[in-house]
């Protein structure tokens, strides 16, 4: 399938590793020119780059973090300076929460959780308002959230998001909403289109140890999948590519799930 990626410029956030790494090098495996937004590991950025080049396409690295809006814009300009265009956002990068023990009470939380709360929706709804008069001018453009599963159900024997998770998956949810206003909007435009992927839980190279360490978890997530196993992050990162691509024309508003099915 042609997707229509060679010469597109595309942001990625949090393209330094873990998720985002696999996104950014799927992308540049098909000939797109990918900036990499990256928060504090210029070396992994730098990593992130030299996959790109050995998959063929060109790499930019810039730093990037969420909840700092002069970073937002002087990534948008960086692209501009170097490509003169933005084809491509997709909001990767989060704010950690660490998850709370279940014997914790939520309304107990004395950390920072309304500042992360903020930078986990502001971070993306800053980026697209950057992108958006560019995309309109064009009259195309791709936009695709990364959530959670959380959103909607929990990693544990839970229906309606994890224990610990409650401050996280709020900021996630509102991407749902964010995104299905915003598609309605720039639809008007041209052939902009903006989604949400949704992984469940997702192997990555950065979270094996804890996956080894969770108690379980990962298995018991696996089991409730129809391929019975945890989907990897390079699965995931098909999904946000074929969203992003000039192959997609009719999904447009949607919240898309890569789970494997569980």
Request: no cysteine; glycine share 12%; hydrophobic share 45%.
């Amino acid at each position: 399938m042609e997707l229509g990626l060679n010469g597109r410029t595309v942001l990625v956030t949090g393209a330094s590793g873990g998720m985002g790494r696999e996104i950014a090098t799927a992308f540049g495996a098909e000939g797109a020119a990918v900036v990499i937004g990256y928060r504090s590991r210029p070396e992994d950025a730098a990593h992130t780059a030299g996959l790109i080049e050995a998959a063929g396409g060109r790499a930019l690295t810039a730093p990037y973090g969420l909840g700092e809006p002069d970073t937002a814009r002087s990534l948008v300009d960086a692209a501009l300076h170097w490509t003169g265009r933005v084809d491509v956002l997709v909001n990767n990068a989060f704010r950690p929460f660490g998850f709370r023990p279940p014997g914790d009470r939520f309304e107990e939380v004395g950390d920072d959780w309304q500042g992360k709360l903020r930078d986990n929706i502001e971070g993306a709804v800053e980026l697209t308002r950057l992108v958006a008069p560019l995309m309109r001018e064009r009259g195309w453009g791709r936009i695709v959230h990364l959530s959670s599963s959380l959103v909607t159900e929990g990693v544990l024997e839970t229906d309606a998001g994890r224990i610990g998770a409650e401050y996280y998956a709020a900021a996630k949810a509102a991407l749902h909403g964010f995104s299905r206003s915003t598609a309605f909007s720039l639809g008007r435009d041209g052939d902009i289109l903006s989604n949400v992927v949704v992984p469940g839980l997702t192997r990555t190279f950065r979270n094996e140890e804890r996956m080894a360490n969770s108690f379980g978890v990962a298995e018991r997530y696996a089991a409730r999948a129809p391929l019975g196993r945890l989907l990897d992050a390079a699965e995931v990162a098909r999904v946000v590519l074929f969203l992003a691509s000039a192959a997609n024309t009719a999904i447009t508003g949607q919240s898309i799930t890569a789970s494997g099915g569980a």
